[in-house]
Each structure stands twice: as structure tokens, then as C-alpha cells.
């Protein structure tokens, strides 16, 4: 510290790197040039890999499996079937829903891909080779891929092994082949006033299976150390401690002795949450072989075997007067959960937050009740890029809107203005039982119509529409706008946990006696750039530049206990720990400046990196200097050295929303949709860092257009899977992504210390229906009300052929 | 996505492939720049014994133009043909067509033998070849024989090379100067196999059509040579209804599977759309 060349105050801030600084991220050093150190970039000596052979049929009842032209493969180890897991009774393993998952299939195969058995051998080669001999013999059931078809009373019976079980995690089943049913909400009272209403809507709106398809697979490193007991699990967890809590509950091995460690991951958006029996069958292979094993999927694995997001079948009802004030909303889901409910929902919500469905409107009074049923498809059920089950209400919600301004005749946007939450009703109590906390929807709808000029388009979509009547151009214009609410940052220990762990999160931080620091965190980077905006978060709170401070995560013997990255949390939850963390450290630094000054604790304030006498700044300590002064001086009443550790519960969810306008042109002869312009405003409280944000809206918007535009996994009607490669799974490239268009306006959220929100899964909520409006927008004077996603060529020139206007 | 094991040959020249091919039989294949075989071989449903890489053979790797008489070596790239300026200059088509196959790291590696050897119905070269009347050379034990791509390709995978044969050039006479061409793919985003696509060449007499030659691409399990559609268009002022007619002729001869892109209907529907955006672009670009 150089007291020659005192610096100014602003110059301080902008030192730190704190709150607000669009700092480049620290991970991209190690990215850019392909130094990442992901789980297959893990070896360890005397490795052993595994790989699955998969069942080819939907529906079937294995009659046996030959495992010996396999078996005499040179460097085959060893295969697992359910036979083997049994007398460790780890052919099943709990799912985070509450219901149990066959680790290898028992007798009965229930999805196509679902794991049958396990071949160990000395390398990935020979694994696969072996693979191919193994002969599994099948009887074929009659599939149920149609989730309509479940319930019915002639429908085979899919789950054998809890036929009895009609007392399921969430209440009682109607079925053999159902889950739950979830109800929230007054259903007489919406029922009510969907009988009163001057005008009522309806639609059926499925949100189709896609997959998070991360660009990273999932896969793991199990270690035994047979002679100190001690269990290293290296993985693509998002959720690492949890994982560390499952896999000491299902094999008996004391939670002390294990050690899970999530490297490097390759991007998760909810498809790394969940227990997989890749972990399982490579831990068990470590155990019984005293080796590492190593399992890492492939892309086919991971895009039909691996958790799927969506799936859900909504029909919504809403009740209106004439002028457009919205009096009730009714919706009931169809949710397919495939052969197992492998959701990662906190465990009282089997149906995730889709009770946000009120989305950003003030609405009176709403029921929603939703039926989860079994279909031989995979499990999963993931929130992809979203909090749970938010970006499927949000879409249904933004659709219905649009319906119901058609019905009456009412631009959408004026409609939504007419009945959004008013900024002045904040906190806002929803009919759905959400407090949301803060919220300013009417200005930020205004700054976004002012941004793209919407009168203007609506102007030159009139235009357009004439001219293609008079048959002088075969394109439609389409604008879409989605105004959502996200409910993110799970969440309240009150009522959100995960197989009984509460949902709080954590943040340790360590001053060095130098003045750097090390943080650690409960969470876990998939690409977020944690340890870029968390050291941000420290930095402003302790007056430590962000450059000096280390972030870790993913250890479990080193990070404190933490439910892990997924739903937005991150920032809500941890990012709040941070906070409370520095505060506790500054709290006392102040004791030890005042100390080191010789002033009461009182007579002294805190200036961005420093204490100081309050009305004589020349007399301060900074950060550094109160470091080391608590590692080298024997300070009366304190214990020496710098640290803390916040445990955070956060009091409430986070509701992050934004405005999203999408304009599109469609060539009615092809199908082809040009995205000609996307703007995108976010509202997610304080911005930690505009650049991470900006980045993560370009990424989650893409993933909107992969969605809106393109994904899906489909099953035929035998259940053989389809869209199962990149080939026919949609992922756009550059060349199909349309320039993003950023924008923010800034509300806190009242109850977060630093009043951050979390961004990272809006533009996924926001941006798909945006897209879905937009085309539907289209068609929308031709009479068309709603047409199903993806809005792929072919889907798209139906439409246009159905309402007789393609050539 | 791990594939079999196999062994692996690198011939010096034309006639060492040809005897590896031969010794080796039917659990030989050659591989070229790799990008439609190896996928195949990861998903295992191609599983050779033997690979003979001909990356090696300098005799297959260039491109030669005297006059309007083009020939291209099978281990030409896909780059090398959108690169070469001469090429450019009295066909315009391959460029154009190569620029929508696959993506620019694909291209530097496929090469323009594999393309048409390979008989996957998706491939665009296959389409081209016929609309150009090319000649594929076969290199064989007893020597080369010549067949024209309009009788080369016989099913999915399924062509009138024999197994014990190389491709080894690509020949053909460039359309007559003054000529209009396009190739209209449609397909769902960069690096897709074509919903369905189109290939025109036409040449006009003022304003009457003197030549026309359209072929199609991944509309049956073979690219198709729509001789029908050409003889509807010639000696027609390309009017809306010879276009239509020809649009209706090619359509008429498609027959394309359901797949993610979409079901028959629908591609051969934009079968008929690329040709009648082809026939009009190759009009704007005839003299
Ligand atoms: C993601 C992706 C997207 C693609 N998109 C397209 C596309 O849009 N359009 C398109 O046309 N192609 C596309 N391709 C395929 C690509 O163009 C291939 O490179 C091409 O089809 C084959 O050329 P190759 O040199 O790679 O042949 P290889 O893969 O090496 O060989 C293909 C087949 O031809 C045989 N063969 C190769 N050379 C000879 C020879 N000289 N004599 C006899 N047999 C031979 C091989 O034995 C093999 O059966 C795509 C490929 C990928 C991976």
C-alpha cells in the first residue's frame, strides 16, 4: 500500500471489481484454450470404464440376458444385471420425486435405452465391443406413449413393482399408472367465475419433450480406497452435496467417507440434477473391483436415456369481462412423466412452481390441478433452464393471453398493460398462494414498446397483411411479446427441500493474512462464471479487489453444505450467503480498526474498502491492513485470524421478469421462419455483473429458439425414440441465431441483502413464448387461435395449409 | 458411438488400393475424407475389418479444365472445389452447391468422391452430377470402366460401383457458356441433409428454353434425374404454366421417406417449391 499516491474514492470502487463491473471472466482463461478439466478428462491409474447395454423395446419382459460371448472378450472385467444389485438392494435407487428408479432393469424393461446391464472393462473400446454381445431376450409388451392413453381401463399396467402401492409420494393414485395429482387454488371459485364471465377462452397447449442437451454429457469417476474406506466420486453434479447425502443413504457408506467432487462441467440446465444408475453401477463396480471406474454417456445416451424437460399437456381456461379485465383462470395439466417420476421438484411440489401461472397478471381467482402419469418413455422431467415448471406455465399463461386478446379483438399488449400487477400492489399476495416481492411491470412493458417502436409494427404488419391479400409478396409478419414472471431461488427451508434437505445455501470466506481471500461456496458452476460475479459480491461487501479473491466450489470435503446450482438459485440463495458472509467479516474488522484506532466501534463508518473515523476519513484501516493486523496482534476479547461462514434461508423466492418482443417474417411455401429481430428486457434486480448477464440472455435465448423453433423428442407409436441424435435435434448454430437485442430496467428485490434476483433461466421462460406468439401472430388474422410447438418448416406450413394459404 | 475395430491401409497409388480391395473383399472399405463413413461407424451400422485410407494417392487429387472438359480427382475436397476460380468461372453450380453442404470444417475434409460414391439419398453432389451428365471413372482389377451418373445410383447405399472398385475421377462437359443455374436446398439449420433440394441448368435462345436439366436431391432413396419436368420445359418461354407443368412432373417422380424433417407430403411438396425458385433463379442468371 502505497500512502504516497492517495487515490480517489472512485477510483477505489472501480478497483475492486465489485457490484456492477462488467469484469471479464476468470474462467474463460482456461476455456479459450482448451485447458477445462472436465470428468472425462479425469484418469486415474488402474481405471476401469463402463458402459450399458440398453434395452431395444419400449415395453418388454426380459426372459434372460447372456452374458457369456461378452464375457470372453479379452479385458472385460466383469457385467453387472439386476440380479447382481439385488443382494445390495441397489437395483432400484430413490429419484428426488419420491418414487424409486430401476437401476438395471428387473425383469421388466419400461423405456427404449433403459439401462439392462453394465459391462466393466479395461477400456472404453472394449466396453463397447462387449456391449454388442450381450443377447438379452425380450417379450414384447404392448407401449403406452400417449399420455392421454395412461389412464385408461384397458391401459397395461407399466410400474409391476408398485401395482400395490396406491398411496403414492403425493397423495393417493387413481391408477396403476398414475403418479399424482397436484392441486393448488380455489377450483369452485374459478369454476365460478368462468361461469359468470362475459367471455371465456380455452385451449389445449402441450409443451413438447425436449432435452437440456448440455454439450457435456453426464458421466463420473468412482473411487474406492478399499483401504481407508473412503469413496471419491467425481462427476457432472449440479448438485454435489446432495449427491454426497443420496450416495451415502443408498450404499451405507458414512457420509464422511465420501467425497464428491464436481469438476468442470460442461453446462447442466437441470439434465445434471438427478441420480443417474451410471453413478450407481460405477460406484458399485468401484466398491467390488477396488479400482476406479469410469462412465461417460454418449450423445444418444445422453439425449434418450438421461433426464428430459417439459412434457406437459395444458389446457387453460380464462374468464374476462368484455373490456378486458381478466376475472378467473382454471388450467389442468396432463404431466408425462416416462416410466419412473424422476422430477427434481422440491419434494412438496410434485408439480414445481407451476402455480406461478398467474404469471404477471393480477388476477382474482385460480385453480390449477395437475396429473402425473407413467408412459414408457424415459424419466426425467427436469427443469431445463427454468426454475421448476415455470417456463411451462409461463408459456401457457403468455399463450392464453393471446388468445383472449383475440377473442376480444384487443391488441395483446394493451390487454396485458390492463391487467398486470401494478407496482403499487407489491408485495403482491397471488391467487395461487406466491408472495411476490417486488415488481415494476407497467414501465418496463413501456420502455420495451418505446424500444421496438411497437405501434410502428403493428403499422407495418397491417401493411404486409394487405399486401399479401392483394398476392403481391407469400410472407406473413409475426410479432410476439411475452411478458413473464419467473419464481426462482429456491428456496424457504419452511417449505422447499429436497429428500428432506432444506433448500438454504452457503458461502465461507477466508481472509488471507496478506489481505486475498478464498471463498467457498454450496453451489456449483456449469459455465454461470460463479467465480467471476461471486467474488464481485465479496468484493463490494469487504472491500477486497475481486482479482484477489479465489472461488471454489464443488468439493464436498472442502465447500460448505449446499443444495447446489440449479432453478436460478445460485445468485438468490449463495449469492446471499456471500453477502451475509462479508458482512460478518467486516463486522469484525470494524472491531479490530476500532482497536487499531482507538475509537469505539461507533465512531467509526465503512467506506467501500476501509474503516474510517467518522467526519475524519484521513484516520482509516483498510481491508488489507485490518488482515493482517487480526493474524499478527493479540487484539483483547477477539480471537485471532479472519473469517465467517453464512448459512443462508432465504425468507422468500425472487421474481425476476422481463418484456420480450420477437418480430418474424414466414414464407407461407416453405415453412421457413425468419427471426428478423428479438429484443429482450430483463428485469433481475441488481446487476452484479451486465456482461455475465448479457451472456447468459444470448445463451438462454438461443436455447428459447432451439425450443420454440425445433426441439423435440418424439416416440413412435411401438416407443422408439426419435430425434435421439444432433442430427435431428435441434440445435442452432450462429448461422440460424438472430442478433439479441438487450435491454434492463432495475427493481431489487426488497428481502435479498444485495437485491439480485437471478438471470440465468429468464430468457429460456421468456424467450419461448415470445417465439410462440409470434408465430401464432402470423396466422393470427387468418383465424388461427393456436398451433403447437416446435414451429419447425413442416409444422409451420400445415398451419398455413390448413388455413388455405400455401401454394 | 464407439466403433468396431478394424485395420488400416494407406496405398500409394490407384492400383495398390484396387489389389487391397481386392484381397480384402467385402469387409474393406475405403475411406476418404471420413465424414459420412466413420459416424456410420460409430453408430455401428457400417463395421469394416479393413479401412483403406487413399489420402495418399496423388493421381485422384486434382482438378483439370481443357476447354469446356472437366475432370476432378475423387479425393478433390469440398474446399478445393469452392476454391478453384476456374472451375467457378464455367460452372457455377458446384460452388454454389457445395456451399450448402455440411459446414466449412466438414468441407475442408469431405471430398467430392466420397460425396458421390457414398450413396446416402441426402448427399447434394449426386443430384448435380446427373443434372451435368458426368461420368464417374472406376478403377478394378481389370482396369477402369466409365459410368454415368444417371445410371450409377441404384438404392439407399446401393450404386453400380463394385465393391472391388475405386472411384478415381469425376468427368464431365461444362454447360454452354451463357448458361443459368441454381441449386435451392431447403433444410432445417447449417450442416442438415436437405428436406428437399433442387438442381437447374438451363440454357435459353433468346427467350425461348433450348436446354433445361434439373435433378433432385434426398426426395427417394436415390437422387433423381427429372426428365419428365425437362422435356415439359424446352421450347417454352419458361411461362407460368410450362413451369408448373414441369414443377408437377418433378414432384411426380419423388418418393421420400417420413423423417424429422417432415412427413412425404410435405417434402415432396418443397421438392416442388425448389424447383420452380430454381428454374426462376436459373432464368435470372441465363444470358
Ligand atoms: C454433420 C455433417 C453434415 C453433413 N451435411 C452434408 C450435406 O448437407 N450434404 C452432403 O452432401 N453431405 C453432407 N455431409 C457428408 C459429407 O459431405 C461427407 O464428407 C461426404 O458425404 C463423404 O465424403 P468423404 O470424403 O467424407 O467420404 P467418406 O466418409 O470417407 O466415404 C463415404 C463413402 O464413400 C466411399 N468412398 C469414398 N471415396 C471413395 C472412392 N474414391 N471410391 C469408392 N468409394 C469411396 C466410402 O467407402 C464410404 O462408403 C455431412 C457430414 C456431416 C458429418
Given at each position: 500500500m502505497n500512502e504516497q499516491t492517495p487515490i480517489s474514492r472512485e477510483e477505489r470502487i472501480k478497483n475492486l471489481k465489485g457490484i456492477g463491473s462488467a469484469r471479464k471472466r476468470v474462467e474463460d482463461a482456461r476455456f479459450t484454450q482448451g485447458a477445462g478439466n472436465y470428468v472425462d478428462d479425469i484418469n486415474l491409474p488402474g481405471m476401469l470404464f463402463g458402459d450399458f447395454v440398453r434395452s431395444s423395446h419400449s415395453h418388454a419382459r426380459i426372459i434372460s440376458i447372456d452374458k457369456e460371448a461378452a464375457l470372453a472378450v479379452p479385458g472385460v472385467i466383469a457385467i453387472l444385471t439386476a440380479e447382481d444389485l439385488k443382494p445390495l438392494n441397489l437395483h432400484y435407487m430413490p429419484t428426488l420425486a419420491g418414487d424409486v428408479q430401476a437401476v438395471l432393469a428387473d425383469e421388466k424393461v419400461l423405456f427404449q435405452n433403459q439401462e439392462i446391464a453394465f459391462v466393466i472393462a479395461e477400456d472404453r473400446y472394449i466396453a463397447a465391443d462387449a456391449v454388442?454381445?450381450?443377447?438379452?431376450?425380450?417379450?414384447?409388451?404392448?407401449?403406452?406413449?400417449?399420455?392421454?392413453?395412461?389412464?385408461?381401463?384397458?391401459?397395461?399396467?407399466?410400474?409391476?413393482?408398485?401395482?400395490?402401492?396406491?398411496?403414492?409420494?403425493?397423495?393417493?393414485?387413481?391408477?396403476?399408472?398414475?403418479?399424482?395429482?397436484?392441486?393448488?387454488?380455489?377450483?369452485?371459485?374459478?369454476?365460478?367465475?368462468?361461469?359468470?364471465?362475459?367471455?371465456?377462452?380455452?385451449?389445449?397447449?402441450?409443451?413438447?419433450?425436449?432435452?437440456?442437451?448440455?454439450?457435456?454429457?453426464?458421466?463420473?469417476?468412482?473411487?474406492?480406497?478399499?483401504?481407508?474406506?473412503?469413496?471419491?466420486?467425481?462427476?457432472?453434479?449440479?448438485?454435489?452435496?446432495?449427491?454426497?447425502?443420496?450416495?451415502?443413504?443408498?450404499?451405507?457408506?458414512?457420509?464422511?467417507?465420501?467425497?464428491?467432487?464436481?469438476?468442470?462441467?460442461?453446462?447442466?440446465?437441470?439434465?445434471?440434477?438427478?441420480?443417474?444408475?451410471?453413478?450407481?453401477?460405477?460406484?458399485?463396480?468401484?466398491?467390488?473391483?477396488?479400482?476406479?471406474?469410469?462412465?461417460?454417456?454418449?450423445?444418444?445416451?445422453?439425449?434418450?436415456?438421461?433426464?428430459?424437460?417439459?412434457?406437459?399437456?395444458?389446457?387453460?381456461?380464462?374468464?374476462?369481462?368484455?373490456?378486458?379485465?381478466?376475472?378467473?383462470?382454471?388450467?389442468?395439466?396432463?404431466?408425462?412423466?416416462?416410466?419412473?417420476?424422476?422430477?427434481?421438484?422440491?419434494t412438496k411440489f410434485p408439480a414445481g412452481f407451476f402455480n406461478i401461472v398467474t404469471g404477471s397478471y393480477d388476477i382474482p381467482v385460480a385453480y390449477v390441478g395437475v396429473d402425473g402419469v407413467y408412459t414408457n418413455k424415459a424419466p426425467g422431467g427436469v427443469a431445463y433452464r427454468c426454475s421448476f415448471r415455470v417456463t411451462e406455465a409461463a408459456y401457457l399463461i403468455e399463450r392464453m393471453i393471446e388468445i383472449l386478446a383475440q377473442k376480444l379483438n384487443m391488441d395483446p399488449v394493451e390487454l396485458r398493460l390492463k391487467n398486470f400487477i401494478k407496482k403499487e400492489q407489491f408485495p403482491y399476495q397471488s391467487a395461487l398462494g406466491w408472495e411476490y416481492d417486488s415488481g415494476d411491470y407497467h414501465t418496463a412493458m413501456e420502455k420495451g414498446m418505446a424500444a421496438v417502436d411497437y405501434p410502428a409494427l403493428r403499422a407495418e404488419q397491417a401493411e404486409k397483411r394487405a399486401a399479401f391479400d392483394r398476392g403481391e409478396t407469400r410472407t406473413l409478419m409475426g410479432i410476439g411479446t411475452a411478458f413473464f414472471t419467473e419464481i426462482v431461488g429456491a428456496g424457504p427451508v419452511k417449505n422447499c427441500d429436497i429428500l428432506g434437505l432444506g433448500m438454504f445455501d452457503s458461502c465461507e470466506i477466508r481472509i488471507h493474512p496478506t489481505g486475498s481471500a478464498i471463498a467457498r461456496l454450496g453451489t456449483i458452476s456449469q459455465g454461470q462464471g460463479h467465480a467471476t460475479t461471486f467474488a464481485q459480491i465479496v468484493a463490494t461487501e469487504i472491500g477486497i479487489p475481486a482479482e484477489d479473491i479465489t472461488l471454489e466450489e464443488g468439493d464436498t470435503d472442502t465447500a460448505p453444505y449446499g443444495l447446489g446450482t440449479y432453478g436460478s438459485r445460485s445468485t438468490p440463495v449463495a449469492g446471499a450467503a456471500t453477502a451475509m458472509a462479508g458482512r460478518k467479516i467486516r463486522a469484525k474488522a470494524q472491531m479490530i480498526a476500532a482497536y487499531l484506532l482507538e475509537v469505539h466501534e461507533g465512531d467509526l463508518e465503512w467506506d467501500v474498502d476501509r474503516f474510517q473515523i467518522k467526519g475524519n476519513p484521513e484516520a482509516h484501516k483498510t481491508m488489507k491492513e485490518i488482515a493482517f493486523a487480526s493474524y499478527n496482534q493479540a487484539i483483547p476479547g477477539l480471537e485471532p485470524g479472519l473469517e465467517a461462514v453464512s448459512y443462508y434461508d432465504p425468507p422468500n423466492m425472487t421474481y425476476p421478469y422481463g418484456a420480450y418482443f420477437c418480430v418474424l417474417d414466414i414464407d407461407v411455401d416453405t415453412g421457413v421462419v425468419d427471426v428478423r429481430r428479438f429484443y429482450a428486457l430483463d428485469d433481475c434486480g441488481t446487476r452484479i455483473n451486465p456482461m455475465i448477464i448479457e451472456g447468459q440472455v444470448h445463451g438462454g435465448l438461443t436455447e428459447a429458439l432451439a425450443i420454440a423453433m425445433g426441439q423435440e423428442i418424439t416416440y413412435d407409436e411401438m416407443g422408439n425414440v426419435k430425434g435421439g441424435s444432433l442430427m435431428d435435434f435441434y440445435l442452432p448454430t450462429a448461422v440460424e441465431t438472430p442478433v439479441w437485442e438487450t435491454d434492463e430496467t432495475v427493481v431489487p428485490s426488497p428481502h435479498h441483502p444485495i437485491g439480485a434476483k437471478g438471470v440465468g433461466e429468464s430468457p429460456n421462460v421468456g424467450g419461448v413464448p415470445a417465439f410462440s406468439n409470434a408465430v401464432n401472430d402470423a396466422f393470427a388474422h387468418k383465424g388461427l387461435t393456436h398451433t403447437q410447438m416446435p414451429h419447425d418448416h413442416w409444422r409451420v406450413w400445415k398451419t398455413a395449409e390448413k388455413l388455405g394459404l400455401s401454394g | 458411438m464407439i466403433p468396431g475395430s478394424f485395420d488400416y491401409h494407406r496405398p500409394q497409388s490407384v492400383s495398390e488400393a484396387v489389389g487391397l480391395l481386392k484381397d480384402k473383399g467385402d469387409e474393406a472399405f475405403i475411406v476418404a475424407g471420413g465424414h459420412s463413413l466413420i459416424p456410420m461407424m460409430k453408430l455401428r451400422m457400417s463395421t469394416p475389418e479393413h479401412l483403406i485410407d487413399i489420402q495418399d494417392i496423388a493421381e485422384i487429387k486434382n482438378i483439370s479444365i481443357f476447354g469446356s472438359d472437366v475432370t476432378i480427382g475423387a479425393f478433390v475436397t469440398q474446399a478445393e472445389i469452392i476454391s478453384s476460380e476456374a472451375l467457378h468461372g464455367i460452372c457455377p453450380v458446384l460452388r454454389e452447391a457445395s456451399l450448402q453442404i455440411a459446414d466449412p470444417q466438414i468441407r475442408n475434409v469431405g471430398t467430392i468422391g466420397g460425396n458421390v460414391a457414398n450413396g446416402d439419398p441426402g448427399n447434394d453432389m449426386p443430384a448435380i452430377m446427373q443434372a451435368l451428365d458426368a461420368t464417374f471413372v472406376l478403377a478394378g482389377e481389370e482396369g477402369t470402366r466409365e459410368v454415368k451418373a444417371r445410371d450409377f445410383y441404384e438404392a439407399a447405399y446401393f450404386t453400380a460401383r463394385a465393391e472391388t472398385e475405386m472411384l478415381t475421377l469425376i468427368k464431365f462437359t461444362a454447360p454452354a457458356a451463357g448458361h443459368g443455374s441454381c441449386y435451392m436446398k431447403q433444410k432445417r439449420k447449417i450442416g442438415d441433409y436437405a428436406t428437399a433440394a433442387a438442381v437447374v441448368i438451363l440454357t435459353m435462345n433468346g427467350t425461348t428454353v433450348q436446354n433445361v436439366e434439373i435433378a433432385l436431391t434426398n426426395v427417394a432413396d436415390t437422387p433423381l434425374y427429372a426428365e419428365e419436368a425437362n422435356r415439359l420445359l424446352i421450347g417454352t418461354s419458361l411461362d407460368d404454366a410450362s413451369i408448373k407443368a414441369a414443377v408437377e412432373a418433378a414432384k411426380a417422380i419423388t418418393d421420400p421417406a417420413d423423417d424429422g424433417r417432415g412427413p412425404k407430403d410435405f417434402r415432396t411438396h418443397i421438392a416442388g417449391v425448389m424447383v420452380e425458385r430454381a428454374i426462376r433463379q436459373a432464368a435470372t442468371t441465363a444470358s
Amino acid at each position: 500500500m502505497n500512502e504516497q499516491t492517495p487515490i480517489s474514492r472512485e477510483e477505489r470502487i472501480k478497483n475492486l471489481k465489485g457490484i456492477g463491473s462488467a469484469r471479464k471472466r476468470v474462467e474463460d482463461a482456461r476455456f479459450t484454450q482448451g485447458a477445462g478439466n472436465y470428468v472425462d478428462d479425469i484418469n486415474l491409474p488402474g481405471m476401469l470404464f463402463g458402459d450399458f447395454v440398453r434395452s431395444s423395446h419400449s415395453h418388454a419382459r426380459i426372459i434372460s440376458i447372456d452374458k457369456e460371448a461378452a464375457l470372453a472378450v479379452p479385458g472385460v472385467i466383469a457385467i453387472l444385471t439386476a440380479e447382481d444389485l439385488k443382494p445390495l438392494n441397489l437395483h432400484y435407487m430413490p429419484t428426488l420425486a419420491g418414487d424409486v428408479q430401476a437401476v438395471l432393469a428387473d425383469e421388466k424393461v419400461l423405456f427404449q435405452n433403459q439401462e439392462i446391464a453394465f459391462v466393466i472393462a479395461e477400456d472404453r473400446y472394449i466396453a463397447a465391443d462387449a456391449v454388442e454381445l450381450v443377447e438379452v431376450e425380450y417379450e414384447e409388451l404392448p407401449p403406452i406413449t400417449d399420455a392421454f392413453k395412461a389412464m385408461d381401463d384397458d391401459a397395461p399396467v407399466l410400474r409391476e413393482d408398485i401395482q400395490d402401492k396406491m398411496e403414492g409420494a403425493h397423495g393417493p393414485r387413481k391408477h396403476k399408472n398414475h403418479i399424482f395429482l397436484w392441486e393448488q387454488g380455489d377450483k369452485e371459485g374459478s369454476e365460478k367465475a368462468l361461469a359468470d364471465a362475459d367471455v371465456v377462452v380455452e385451449e389445449l397447449i402441450t409443451y413438447q419433450r425436449v432435452h437440456p442437451c448440455p454439450l457435456e454429457t453426464c458421466g463420473c469417476v468412482a473411487s474406492m480406497d478399499k483401504i481407508n474406506g473412503k469413496l471419491t466420486l467425481y462427476g457432472t453434479f449440479q448438485a454435489p452435496h446432495a449427491v454426497r447425502t443420496v450416495a451415502s443413504l443408498i450404499t451405507n457408506i458414512a457420509e464422511h467417507n465420501i467425497r464428491v467432487v464436481s469438476p468442470d462441467i460442461g453446462g447442466g440446465f437441470g439434465n445434471k440434477v438427478g441420480v443417474y444408475p451410471g453413478y450407481i453401477c460405477a460406484t458399485v463396480a468401484s466398491i467390488v473391483t477396488g479400482v476406479p471406474v469410469k462412465w461417460v454417456e454418449d450423445r444418444i445416451e445422453n439425449l434418450t436415456s438421461t433426464a428430459f424437460a417439459r412434457d406437459y399437456h395444458m389446457t387453460g381456461k380464462i374468464a374476462a369481462t368484455k373490456e378486458g379485465k381478466i376475472t378467473g383462470l382454471w388450467c389442468h395439466v396432463l404431466a408425462d412423466h416416462g416410466a419412473f417420476d424422476a422430477c427434481a421438484d422440491p419434494t412438496k411440489f410434485p408439480a414445481g412452481f407451476f402455480n406461478i401461472v398467474t404469471g404477471s397478471y393480477d388476477i382474482p381467482v385460480a385453480y390449477v390441478g395437475v396429473d402425473g402419469v407413467y408412459t414408457n418413455k424415459a424419466p426425467g422431467g427436469v427443469a431445463y433452464r427454468c426454475s421448476f415448471r415455470v417456463t411451462e406455465a409461463a408459456y401457457l399463461i403468455e399463450r392464453m393471453i393471446e388468445i383472449l386478446a383475440q377473442k376480444l379483438n384487443m391488441d395483446p399488449v394493451e390487454l396485458r398493460l390492463k391487467n398486470f400487477i401494478k407496482k403499487e400492489q407489491f408485495p403482491y399476495q397471488s391467487a395461487l398462494g406466491w408472495e411476490y416481492d417486488s415488481g415494476d411491470y407497467h414501465t418496463a412493458m413501456e420502455k420495451g414498446m418505446a424500444a421496438v417502436d411497437y405501434p410502428a409494427l403493428r403499422a407495418e404488419q397491417a401493411e404486409k397483411r394487405a399486401a399479401f391479400d392483394r398476392g403481391e409478396t407469400r410472407t406473413l409478419m409475426g410479432i410476439g411479446t411475452a411478458f413473464f414472471t419467473e419464481i426462482v431461488g429456491a428456496g424457504p427451508v419452511k417449505n422447499c427441500d429436497i429428500l428432506g434437505l432444506g433448500m438454504f445455501d452457503s458461502c465461507e470466506i477466508r481472509i488471507h493474512p496478506t489481505g486475498s481471500a478464498i471463498a467457498r461456496l454450496g453451489t456449483i458452476s456449469q459455465g454461470q462464471g460463479h467465480a467471476t460475479t461471486f467474488a464481485q459480491i465479496v468484493a463490494t461487501e469487504i472491500g477486497i479487489p475481486a482479482e484477489d479473491i479465489t472461488l471454489e466450489e464443488g468439493d464436498t470435503d472442502t465447500a460448505p453444505y449446499g443444495l447446489g446450482t440449479y432453478g436460478s438459485r445460485s445468485t438468490p440463495v449463495a449469492g446471499a450467503a456471500t453477502a451475509m458472509a462479508g458482512r460478518k467479516i467486516r463486522a469484525k474488522a470494524q472491531m479490530i480498526a476500532a482497536y487499531l484506532l482507538e475509537v469505539h466501534e461507533g465512531d467509526l463508518e465503512w467506506d467501500v474498502d476501509r474503516f474510517q473515523i467518522k467526519g475524519n476519513p484521513e484516520a482509516h484501516k483498510t481491508m488489507k491492513e485490518i488482515a493482517f493486523a487480526s493474524y499478527n496482534q493479540a487484539i483483547p476479547g477477539l480471537e485471532p485470524g479472519l473469517e465467517a461462514v453464512s448459512y443462508y434461508d432465504p425468507p422468500n423466492m425472487t421474481y425476476p421478469y422481463g418484456a420480450y418482443f420477437c418480430v418474424l417474417d414466414i414464407d407461407v411455401d416453405t415453412g421457413v421462419v425468419d427471426v428478423r429481430r428479438f429484443y429482450a428486457l430483463d428485469d433481475c434486480g441488481t446487476r452484479i455483473n451486465p456482461m455475465i448477464i448479457e451472456g447468459q440472455v444470448h445463451g438462454g435465448l438461443t436455447e428459447a429458439l432451439a425450443i420454440a423453433m425445433g426441439q423435440e423428442i418424439t416416440y413412435d407409436e411401438m416407443g422408439n425414440v426419435k430425434g435421439g441424435s444432433l442430427m435431428d435435434f435441434y440445435l442452432p448454430t450462429a448461422v440460424e441465431t438472430p442478433v439479441w437485442e438487450t435491454d434492463e430496467t432495475v427493481v431489487p428485490s426488497p428481502h435479498h441483502p444485495i437485491g439480485a434476483k437471478g438471470v440465468g433461466e429468464s430468457p429460456n421462460v421468456g424467450g419461448v413464448p415470445a417465439f410462440s406468439n409470434a408465430v401464432n401472430d402470423a396466422f393470427a388474422h387468418k383465424g388461427l387461435t393456436h398451433t403447437q410447438m416446435p414451429h419447425d418448416h413442416w409444422r409451420v406450413w400445415k398451419t398455413a395449409e390448413k388455413l388455405g394459404l400455401s401454394g | 458411438m464407439i466403433p468396431g475395430s478394424f485395420d488400416y491401409h494407406r496405398p500409394q497409388s490407384v492400383s495398390e488400393a484396387v489389389g487391397l480391395l481386392k484381397d480384402k473383399g467385402d469387409e474393406a472399405f475405403i475411406v476418404a475424407g471420413g465424414h459420412s463413413l466413420i459416424p456410420m461407424m460409430k453408430l455401428r451400422m457400417s463395421t469394416p475389418e479393413h479401412l483403406i485410407d487413399i489420402q495418399d494417392i496423388a493421381e485422384i487429387k486434382n482438378i483439370s479444365i481443357f476447354g469446356s472438359d472437366v475432370t476432378i480427382g475423387a479425393f478433390v475436397t469440398q474446399a478445393e472445389i469452392i476454391s478453384s476460380e476456374a472451375l467457378h468461372g464455367i460452372c457455377p453450380v458446384l460452388r454454389e452447391a457445395s456451399l450448402q453442404i455440411a459446414d466449412p470444417q466438414i468441407r475442408n475434409v469431405g471430398t467430392i468422391g466420397g460425396n458421390v460414391a457414398n450413396g446416402d439419398p441426402g448427399n447434394d453432389m449426386p443430384a448435380i452430377m446427373q443434372a451435368l451428365d458426368a461420368t464417374f471413372v472406376l478403377a478394378g482389377e481389370e482396369g477402369t470402366r466409365e459410368v454415368k451418373a444417371r445410371d450409377f445410383y441404384e438404392a439407399a447405399y446401393f450404386t453400380a460401383r463394385a465393391e472391388t472398385e475405386m472411384l478415381t475421377l469425376i468427368k464431365f462437359t461444362a454447360p454452354a457458356a451463357g448458361h443459368g443455374s441454381c441449386y435451392m436446398k431447403q433444410k432445417r439449420k447449417i450442416g442438415d441433409y436437405a428436406t428437399a433440394a433442387a438442381v437447374v441448368i438451363l440454357t435459353m435462345n433468346g427467350t425461348t428454353v433450348q436446354n433445361v436439366e434439373i435433378a433432385l436431391t434426398n426426395v427417394a432413396d436415390t437422387p433423381l434425374y427429372a426428365e419428365e419436368a425437362n422435356r415439359l420445359l424446352i421450347g417454352t418461354s419458361l411461362d407460368d404454366a410450362s413451369i408448373k407443368a414441369a414443377v408437377e412432373a418433378a414432384k411426380a417422380i419423388t418418393d421420400p421417406a417420413d423423417d424429422g424433417r417432415g412427413p412425404k407430403d410435405f417434402r415432396t411438396h418443397i421438392a416442388g417449391v425448389m424447383v420452380e425458385r430454381a428454374i426462376r433463379q436459373a432464368a435470372t442468371t441465363a444470358s
